[in-house]
């Protein structure tokens, strides 16, 4: 018999780990855990006929049909293109179809922009917590980190700067979800927005602005976009050092797999070398569905989306203040899908999951998978766009008593 | 107004550039061009109304449109790896589902293997020509390269280890387009199998079998598997350095991104990791049709394919006997999509190409794109799946005549 292969994996693969979310949606699949886990959209809220009419329609042309069942060009559909330019244009972001790309959700475009522009030793700057898919996907770019503070950090440009040198490379870029963010709920205000884009700017490096969330704002005033507001200080998008990234995930399906990126064209293209160098293209038979939602059923969407996840946040609000014990604090979210809870320092929010599990069956994400330096111990991640208001009542009563109420 | 921003890119990027092909592809897209140029499946072939009836079947069921909408696992569509168990199984290689990773086309498949196998320096092995979308596949994990010699050639495992030494690395693995390979048409013979899966064993390196053609064989006696063959000398799938891309484009529709890789379960379970990271997962509803196709239809839609392309590649032989001048040569391939021909040594096919299109109406792809080292000048692909027996007929006549015939 030959010998056997015994792999030899590249040195980026020791920075990649299994996310403990993606493995814990597996195991909290149990019909009897009530689970605010996932960052998963309430599937009821699909327009499940209106895609599937789209197919249909689609499908039946001869000529259409052809285009979406073939290769397609790696910028992504043109209609599609169109309507994101409309859409940045309304919300303050000027451009044309060469600022836009569409990617296979935001997690593609998120780990593009990490094959883009982190060498080796650089030292990217995320907030602490941030979305763990950001961290997963910079991953096989292997970068350091440092924490981008926005409650009246004393941390100077300079600071990051010789932080990053001392690591051995430059700041490649800040990360910032600013909208609702994953996993906090909390929204940057218009002058934390202004501060971050002076120290990008003192830095001189580019900011990925993630905003998947933007559009489910259940009340308050919307804060505009830090690409709109560095677009118009510094005269366009060409010049912008702000890269969008955007998802109809959240407001449609996460399942036809559609995001977008909007940045200056040069940005663009090179991304769109990676996108081909990656797969070539995404579905066009999808991106040709996502452009027909989006031209008929965006606003009505978007509306019925927020009335829905209005209703859950409040009763998870409600509940969370009836129930909780005094030491226990947690963020009131204006929009998007997830509250984040501080417990006492000494708490360990991994142990608690495995009893919650275990004795109430009930699952949450704890807190230290959000920190890149696995911090946070005693924080957890609370989704409340998935389980029912039953379930919301239920769940954080009974975990309440799990904490001690 | 504030300064504007100016990109500094990753080291990476220098190694990344447009694909001439879909550069090409743009251009030639003029109506009045005859193109022997793209990969490209002939449209007409697509099974567009069983794939309407499978949009429609999933969207018009509850629970399936709510698994085929929703965020999914990372490895892909039970039923779909289920199938595929099944045909490696029929084809030689008994597997699991544990050793199969849906991919979106087996052009991801490949940037995933890059980013799995490929350190800095390492020295990766492709035959000249080889697929040119595999070198931007590996390009972002940055290889160097040495030539796979299938002609008697008196290359050792340690010349080329040796060789890879003194580029500062190891050799990550071997990769090849055994059956009906793009760009040449050619397949490996059983004896040409044999010693490359010595070769690997000897350097003690993976090998990458990418196998997107080999359904589709006009004539002739299929050749096993290098997967199939290693299965077998070294007990199992688990102990196997091959590591299989196989794909539905060329056999249903490129149009639905679906493809996957066959290998060892802690291959597929790492790949699956840097999947997750990637784009989280294939789109659950594309997977799913390709499920229903794949139960249903497979060996009636090989059939139907095999006879339509089996009258092209006769037509497309035919007419560069009758018309082509002596000096040339080309491949005659038993499968596949594609000639490679050969012109005389000092002919220069990129000059060639710009007055096809201009002074005849012709398009095909400059060989040199195909090398690594950009050699090859005198060499070009030609692509008979996509234009008509008509077009090909006139299209070759013109080239001939062009060429001095």
Redesign the interface.
Known sequence: ?????Q???????QG????EI?ELL?VIARPDVISFA?G??D?DL?P??E??EA??QI??D?DA??R???????EGDPDLRDWIVGHMAMRGVPCIPDNILI???S??AL?FIG??????D?TALVAAPTYL?AL??F???QPNYDTLGFHQSNRSAASYTEAAHANGG?V?FAYVVPDFANPTGETLTLEQRHDLLTLV?DI?C?IIEDSPYAALRFDGAPVRSLQAL?VE???GID???VIYCGSF?KVF?????VGWVCA?A??IS?LT??K???????????QMVMAELAKTLYDQQVAKTIAAYRIKRDAMLAALEAHMPDSIEWTRPEGGMFIWMTLPEGADTAQLLERAVNEIGVAFVPGHAFFADKSGRNTLRLNYSLPSVAQIETGIAKLARLLGA
Chains 1, 2 share one sequence.
């Open positions: 018999m030959q010998q056997q292969w792999p030899e994996y590249a040195d980026r693969m990649m780990q299994a996310s993606r597996k996932g998963i959209p599937p699909f499940r006929s895609i599937a197919y249909a499908l039946k001869k049909s052809a979406a069942l073939q290769y397609s060009v790696s990617t296979s959700g997690q593609q780990e094959k883009l522009l982190i060498s080796k650089d898919g997963r996907a991953a096989p770019s430059r490649p700017r001189d580019p560095d200080a510094c005269g010049a912008s050092r995930s399906t996460p399942g036809l797999r200056k040069d940005v090179r070398l990676i081909q160098a990656s797969d070539l293209n995404s579905p066009a038979i999808n």
